[in-house]
C-alpha cells in the first residue's frame, strides 16, 4: 500500500488516482449481508472510534462488528475529509469475520466537491459495492421531495445529478443517497428504503453509530 498522504497536494492526488477506478454497475440488488461504518470523535478531535457493523439485509440481526480506536489520520480539510477516516475503516473490516456484501457508508459518495466521497474511496480499495447515506447535503440542489416514504428528488451540483434526495419515512425529513462503487442510484435508494422500515436512518447506519459511540465513551 503506498504511504498515506500527508499534505493537501499528495491527498487531492490520489483522489484523482482513486476515482478513474470508480466503476458503475448495477451492483447486488439483494444481497445476503450490508455493513454500516461509521466513525465518532472525541470531544478534543484527537481520537476517533471506527465502527463497522455487517447485518443480514433479511432481518437486519448483527451478523459482526468489528471496532477499532485510533487518531485521525489527515488534518480536517473540507473535501479531504475521507482521509481522516479511511484507514481506521479499513483496520476495522480487517477484522470482521463475515464479509459484507454492499458497505454503507454515513457519509457520500458521488455526492462531493471532487466527486469522490468516503463511499467512493471504500469501494475502491476494498472493492466492494458500495454507497453513502448522508443526513446532510455536501453539494447540490434538488426539487422538493414529496412527503410520503419512498418519494425522492434528483440532487444535482453543477448541472450533473450526483444523488439522490430520499423521504425514507412519510413527513421525516428526507436522506441524501449517492452511490460510491459499483452499484447504481435505484439499487442504492432501493436498499436504503429496506434498511430503514422504521427510522429515518438506515438501520446500519443506526447499529454503526451505536457502536462506535459507546467504544469512545
Given at each position: 500500500?503506498?504511504?498515506?498522504?500527508?499534505?493537501?497536494?499528495?491527498?487531492?492526488?490520489?483522489?484523482?488516482?482513486?476515482?478513474a477506478?470508480?466503476v458503475?454497475?448495477?451492483?447486488?440488488?439483494?444481497?445476503a449481508?450490508?455493513?454500516?461504518?461509521?466513525?465518532?470523535?472525541?470531544?478534543?478531535d484527537d481520537?476517533?472510534?471506527?465502527?463497522?457493523?455487517v447485518?443480514?439485509?433479511?432481518?437486519l440481526?448483527?451478523?459482526?462488528?468489528?471496532?477499532?480506536?485510533?487518531?485521525p489520520?489527515?488534518?480536517y480539510?473540507?473535501?479531504?475529509?475521507?482521509?481522516?477516516?479511511?484507514?481506521?475503516?479499513?483496520?476495522?473490516l480487517?477484522?470482521?469475520?463475515?464479509?459484507?456484501e454492499?458497505?454503507?457508508c454515513?457519509?457520500?459518495?458521488l455526492?462531493?466537491?471532487?466527486?469522490f466521497?468516503?463511499?467512493?474511496?471504500?469501494?475502491?480499495?476494498t472493492?466492494?459495492?458500495?454507497?453513502?447515506?448522508?443526513k446532510t447535503?455536501?453539494?447540490g440542489?434538488?426539487?422538493?421531495?414529496?412527503?410520503?416514504?419512498?418519494?425522492?428528488?434528483a440532487l444535482?451540483?453543477?448541472?450533473?445529478?450526483?444523488?439522490?434526495?430520499?423521504?425514507?419515512?412519510?413527513?421525516?425529513?428526507?436522506?441524501?443517497?449517492?452511490?460510491?462503487?459499483?452499484?447504481?442510484?435505484d439499487?442504492?435508494?432501493?436498499?436504503?428504503?429496506?434498511?430503514?422500515?422504521?427510522?429515518?436512518l438506515?438501520?446500519?447506519?443506526?447499529?454503526?453509530?451505536?457502536?462506535?459511540?459507546?467504544l469512545?465513551?
Amino acid at each position: 500500500m503506498q504511504p498515506w498522504p500527508r499534505t493537501e497536494e499528495e491527498a487531492r492526488a490520489v483522489q484523482d488516482l482513486l476515482r478513474a477506478q470508480v466503476v458503475a454497475e448495477p451492483g447486488p440488488a439483494s444481497p445476503a449481508t450490508v455493513a454500516g461504518l461509521d466513525v465518532a470523535y472525541s470531544a478534543d478531535d484527537d481520537r476517533l472510534a471506527a465502527a463497522v457493523v455487517v447485518l443480514d439485509a433479511a432481518d437486519l440481526t448483527v451478523r459482526d462488528t468489528a471496532v477499532v480506536r485510533g487518531k485521525p489520520a489527515f488534518p480536517y480539510v473540507p473535501g479531504l475529509f475521507a482521509f481522516r477516516e479511511v484507514p481506521a475503516l479499513l483496520d476495522a473490516l480487517g477484522k470482521l469475520t463475515v464479509r459484507p456484501e454492499v458497505l454503507i457508508c454515513d457519509g457520500h459518495g458521488l455526492a462531493h466537491p471532487r466527486r469522490f466521497g468516503l463511499a467512493a474511496h471504500l469501494g475502491v480499495l476494498t472493492g466492494l459495492p458500495s454507497f453513502g447515506v448522508g443526513k446532510t447535503r455536501l453539494v447540490g440542489e434538488w426539487a422538493p421531495v414529496g412527503e410520503t416514504r419512498g418519494s425522492r428528488s434528483a440532487l444535482v451540483d453543477g448541472g450533473e445529478p450526483v444523488g439522490a434526495v430520499l423521504r425514507t419515512q412519510t413527513g421525516v425529513k428526507p436522506v441524501f443517497v449517492s452511490v460510491g462503487h459499483r452499484i447504481d442510484l435505484d439499487t442504492a435508494c432501493a436498499l436504503t428504503l429496506r434498511l430503514a422500515p422504521r427510522y429515518r436512518l438506515p438501520e446500519t447506519t443506526r447499529a454503526a453509530d451505536r457502536v462506535c459511540r459507546d467504544l469512545l465513551g
